[in-house]
């Protein structure tokens, strides 16, 4: 990491604008591109209890999220925590790139590799939404998506519904989990057993 002194003028910009986890702008970068016809607010589920696996666990599901994002060609912004942001020109158009996202981020296995060789794996990680006319409308309409969401008992606060887990030891366990050293994301039909 370099010190601020040794960058240049464009290097501290890039620094200010984007999100160090995912790499997508942030949300200062979001407030500057000024007013949008379409806002959504977006956040992980469960990530809280995927944290307990590590936070390099939710780091690797923020960036495999980031991902399934660009991925739908939505203009996306990491705002903090598992929160996002995206600009739209139509809401019709930003829910559909959403749910391509939802869809994309579902069937992806992100591979975590720790120090020793062994691996964690996460399928079916999942976020929800909300959209408005503005930022204010979307975290509105998120709240709304999240409810009707637990209603259905597809999510709870602080639980993994719907997410699979898996580990694969390559020597035995110790007390601590080794440090996570590399994460790939890969269709989940690739996944192993």
């Known amino acids: 990491r370099r010190q601020v002194a040794e960058m240049s003028p464009e290097e501290m910009r890039r620094e200010l604008l984007t999100s160090e986890v995912t790499g997508l702008p942030n949300r200062r970068a979001f407030d500057e591109a000024g007013a949008t016809f379409a806002a959504a607010m977006t956040d992980v589920d469960g990530l809280k209890a995927l944290n307990k696996y590590g936070y390099e666990v939710g780091n690797a599901v923020l ?5 399934a994002l660009r991925e739908a060609d939505l203009e996306a ?4 925590g598992d929160e996002f942001l995206c600009r739209g020109n139509q809401l019709k158009e930003l829910v559909a790139k959403l749910e391509r996202a939802r869809a994309i981020l579902r069937e992806r296995t992100i591979v975590l590799e720790r120090a020793d060789g062994s691996t ?8 929800s939404y909300g959209v408005g006319t503005d930022i204010d409308g979307a975290e509105s309409d998120l ?18 519904r719907g997410i699979i887990i898996k580990t694969e030891t390559a020597t035995p366990r110790t007390e601590h ?3 996570i050293t590399s994460a790939t994301f890969r269709p989940a039909t ?4």
Not at 63 to 67: G, R, T
């Open 190 to 193: 690739a996944a192993t057993n």
């Open 63 to 67: 960036k495999a999220k980031a991902d």
């Open 77 to 80: 912004y990491h705002d903090k």
């Open 120 to 127: 964690l794996s996460v399928t079916g990680a999942d976020f």
């Open 177 to 179: 989990s080794p440090a």
């Open 143 to 160: 709240r709304s998506h999240k409810a009707e969401r637990e209603g259905r008992g597809e999510i709870a606060r602080g639980e993994l």
